[in-house]
């Protein structure tokens, strides 16, 4: 299954407001977060996804990360390091 790749320059034309981070969930493309960069973002999270047992780290990661980003001055660091935290205590270090 394939996919289209949107370049930076369309991004970037997308994008009409500061854009603080992108959150994304990739098989195997680095490209992806920098086309985001590139565009303007501040901050870029990027999930690789694999295995069955990489998909239940990454659910883990998302749901700590977006249920800590919610909260009242929340800082993007902060809530990344947060989510990293959970994922290492329950799946081991990198």
Known sequence: M??????AEDLKKMITHDL???FMATCHDPIAAK???TAGAKQVISVHQS???MKKAETLFTA???SN????????TDCFKTAKMAVEVNFGPE
């Not at 394939?2 to 370049?7: M, N």
């Not at 980003?69 to 993007?76: G, I, P, T």
């Open 51 to 53: 295995d069955s047992l």
């Open 69 to 76: 980003l919610w909260k009242e001055n929340s800082v993007v």
């Open 35 to 37: 086309v985001f960069l």
């Open 2 to 7: 394939g996919g289209e790749y949107l370049h």
């Open 20 to 22: 603080e981070f992108a």
């Open 64 to 66: 700590t990360f977006y």
